[in-house]
């Protein structure tokens, strides 16, 4: 049974800074594709980044290139969203995702499991 478990999310004011954690069990961590989603009020769930197997490649969407950095551990199966520079805009639910395909397409055209989300809200 695949679980992948969030952590790190809370409140913070503009500018600060947030690294979110994500924990893997039940999967060849090692051979997925990890991603990070979000998801704000009233708002479709969007891409935030995602981190290739080996960790040497790394996309991301525009609106959090240059503030947001993915990073992975694969000995210890955790996979790491850290965010700075943050903005009021940033405020959603964070969700932790692997595609599930080991070595499978990059980017992965899905991703077949998914955590529960950690909320990370940015005050003005």
């Known amino acids: 049974q695949v679980q992948l478990v969030e952590s790190g999310g809370g409140l913070v004011q503009a500018g600060g800074s947030l690294r979110l954690s994500c924990a893997a069990s039940?999967?060849?961590?090692?051979?997925?594709?990890m991603g990070w989603f979000r998801q704000a009020p009233g708002k479709e769930r969007e891409f935030v980044g995602a981190?290739?197997?080996?960790?040497?490649?790394?996309r991301y969407a525009d609106s959090v290139k240059g503030r947001f950095t993915i990073s992975r551990d694969n000995a210890k199966n955790t996979v790491s969203l850290q965010m700075n520079s943050l903005k009021p805009e940033d405020t959603a639910v964070y969700y932790c995702?692997?595609?599930?395909?080991?070595?499978?397409?990059?980017?992965?055209?899905?991703?077949?499991?998914w955590g529960q989300g950690t909320q990370v809200t940015v005050s003005s």
């Open positions: 039940g999967l060849t961590f090692s051979r997925n594709v």
């Open positions: 981190i290739a197997w080996s960790g040497r490649s790394t």
């Open positions: 995702a692997a595609d599930g395909t080991p070595y499978g397409a990059w980017p992965p055209p899905r991703y077949n499991y």
